[in-house]
């Protein structure tokens, strides 16, 4: 039977790991994993987070299941991180998921539960496990254009064109921020106008926050959710804590279901359950009990916005860098953009050629939609890479 399974295509940015593992040349840089480093090339655990997992070990008394859809303490501390004073309990459904990707999954499963004729709206670009995951479960995927290559920036008139053939019954995919993979995240003003062509379509947004206080800060990252979430009556939230909260292998996500009443919130509820029982039974514990942990404690929770804060600057420090490394040496500002984008990301218009010259030639990993991880740089290689990015002739 197994003789049958065809071979799948290797995943694009694993198997680029994979090279950049294989290159026995020193100096190598890896810009293409999505995941936080530090100017060292470490992932750091988290003060806050060593510190809590310190009083798990000491106070924790069985490993028996939890939830099937998460504890309540993760659930509403997730949802107050996201929503602030516009969490609503009475008609909030909330998931403990397997990291944000599970977010996702159990996301889209659940729309296509209500609607089984479900269409998804996705950015062009966007991160391609999104299309991975749609296409694996048979669902039509539509683009919507919203990266200007000539620009580096959104092209907001003609996203707004392309959302606007959303139906009712329809998902309308968005960034929550920190847009992955361009770096180009939309203004409050653009959410706004996003938000009255949801509300005139019916659609209903599933919004991919996988970056919070990576972008902008912890409030000014979620302000888009927030007023989407203001303004349309259903509202999915797709959210991770790997990024923020440094867990990446503990595998935490939720998935939040604003719903328009008590009645609905309770059948999303009873889905959502039903969709970890079918997938994986009961989520895991340890990274959820963590975040609780950390947010639930003033203390805790005030050291953790510090150093992710920290995370935050370094990040922005080494865009404007990168700009002025480019600026000096192109003698334009045409890599400006690098400084206005924020999260991990930016997509700085190389052709794949271009890409390829610079892994051969100078050792630089990304991938080949030039797409760079910001966080994979220091002080010292940033100029390595402004000066391969000119004399690849980007």
């Not at 197994?2 to 020193?26: S, T, W």
């Not at 510190?51 to 070990?57: G, N, S």
């Not at 998902?171 to 992955?180: S, T, Y």
Request: hydrophobic residues 40%; contains cysteine.
């Amino acid at each position: 039977m197994l003789g049958n399974l065809k071979p799948q295509a290797p995943d694009k940015i694993l198997a680029l790991m994979g090279e950049f593992k294989a290159d026995p040349r020193q100096g190598k840089i890896d810009l293409g994993v999505g995941v936080y480093k530090d100017a060292t090339g470490h992932t750091p655990i988290m003060r806050a987070v060593l510190e809590a997992e310190k009083r798990m070990l000491e106070t924790e008394t069985t490993k028996t299941y939890a939830g099937l859809s998460g504890e309540p303490d993760f659930q509403k501390a997730m949802a107050e991180l996201i929503l602030a004073d516009g969490y609503k309990p009475e008609t909030t459904a909330a998931l403990a998921t397997v990291g944000g990707t599970g977010a996702i999954r159990q996301a889209l499963e659940l729309a296509r539960m209500a609607n089984p004729d479900l269409r998804v709206f996705v950015s062009d670009p966007t991160w391609p496990n999104h299309i991975s995951i749609m296409n694996f479960m048979g669902l039509p995927v539509v683009s919507y254009r919203y990266f200007d290559n000539a620009t580096r920036s959104v092209n907001f008139e003609a996203m707004k064109e392309d959302i606007s053939a959303a139906k009712k019954g329809d998902v309308v995919l968005l960034h929550g921020c920190c847009h992955n993979p361009t770096g180009a995240n939309l203004s409050i003003e653009q959410w706004a106008e996003v938000a009255a062509i949801l509300e005139t379509t019916g659609a209903t947004p599933l919004i991919d926050l996988a970056y919070q206080g990576f972008g902008d800060g912890l409030e000014e990252d979620a302000a888009g959710t927030r007023l989407i979430a203001s303004r349309i009556p259903e509202v999915l939230i797709a959210a991770s804590c790997s990024k923020n909260f440094g867990i990446y292998r503990e595998r935490t996500g939720c998935l939040l279901a604003l719903c328009t009443d008590k009645a609905t919130k309770d059948l999303a509820q009873g889905a959502m359950a039903f969709l970890n029982r079918q997938t994986y039974s009961f989520p895991p514990f340890h990274g959820a009990k963590i975040v609780s942990t950390i947010l639930n404690d003033a203390g805790l929770r005030a050291d953790w916005m510090a150093e992710l804060e920290e995370v935050r600057g370094g990040m922005l420090r080494l865009r404007t860098q990168l700009a002025n490394e480019l600026r000096d040496l192109s003698g334009s500002d045409r890599f400006d953009f690098v400084a206005e984008h924020r999260g991990m990301f930016s997509r700085i218009g190389a052709s794949p050629e271009q890409v390829a010259k610079m892994k051969e030639e100078f050792a630089i990993y990304m991938v080949g939609d030039s797409r760079l991880n910001i966080a994979g740089l220091n002080d010292t290689t940033v100029p390595i890479l402004a000066r391969a990015i000119i004399e690849a002739g980007v």
